[in-house]
């Protein structure tokens, strides 16, 4: 190993750019004026709560921000050096980090999947909402099964979420990471819960999945449309 990565990997480096990074997405989240669909969103959560969050990789910077002071939340993270940088921030922003990662078939195995799976499931128990992207692993806009074997093991709805800023930087990696900037606009869009049945055969886990992917497709183009409207007054921020 070379000494700059032994110097990236160091803890007390992925330590301060943790820091950086989650004071940085605060930054952003008090200078952007976001428009909120439905408005009643945090009413349904409440209701249905615990919930299982679904966001596109990618578009999952802001996720944070939409838990409240007196909600408990956890994200799944994967086990990657870069996603021990994401789990500092996101224990930063006062989420609680699941780590491990999904797998290309879909489901949760290896690289810390199948313990991954069993803490998420105690954590909805617990009462904690778990949020998690929904892609499978480097193939970006296609929904995996995992997500929906959890809301069927777990019993508790996926709410499909989407945040877009209109000031952004879009990344030319797999995902297309949109790197949120401060000062500007934006959109935040919940869509209808998915609820998947206890005794969801596969043919109904497909379903689900289609369901979830049409429904964060719809999320996340609402969500940009929001951010990216013209002012009213003709300007352009």
């Known amino acids: ?21 989650a004071e940085y997405l605060r930054l952003v989240w008090r200078t952007t004026s976001f428009t909120i669909e439905p408005e009643d969103i945090y009413d349904h959560i409440a209701r249905d709560a615990p919930v299982i969050i ?31 940088i994401n789990a500092l921030a996101a224990q930063r922003l006062g989420v609680g980090a699941i780590r491990g990662s999904g797998h290309p078939s879909g489901g949760f195995i290896g690289k810390g999947g199948v313990s991954a799976f069993k803490e998420m499931l105690s954590a909805l128990e617990e009462g904690y909402n778990v949020a998690l992207t929904a892609d499978i692993p480097k193939v970006a806009r296609v929904a995996g099964l995992g997500i929906v074997k959890l809301a069927s093991a777990s019993g508790r709805p996926i709410y499909p979420i989407a945040i877009a800023t209109r000031r952004r930087v879009e990344l030319n990696n797999w995902d297309h990471t949109a790197v949120n900037l ?10 209808e819960p998915l609820r998947v049945p206890a005794d969801a055969d596969g043919a109904a886990l497909e ?13 996340t183009a609402r969500a940009y449309a929001i951010a990216d409207q013209p002012r009213k007054d003709g300007g352009r921020a």
């Open 1 to 21: 190993m070379s000494w700059v990565k032994r110097v990236v990997g160091s803890r007390p480096v992925q330590q301060t750019v943790g820091i950086m990074a």
């Open 207 to 219: 379903a689900a999945r289609r369901a979830l992917e049409a429904a964060l497709n719809a999320a």
């Open 54 to 84: 679904a966001m596109w990789h990618g578009q999952h910077f802001l996720i944070p921000f939409i838990k409240r002071a007196d909600d408990h939340a956890k994200v799944l993270v994967s086990r990657h050096r870069d996603g021990e």
């Open 182 to 191: 401060p000062f500007g606009r934006g959109g935040g869009v919940a869509g």
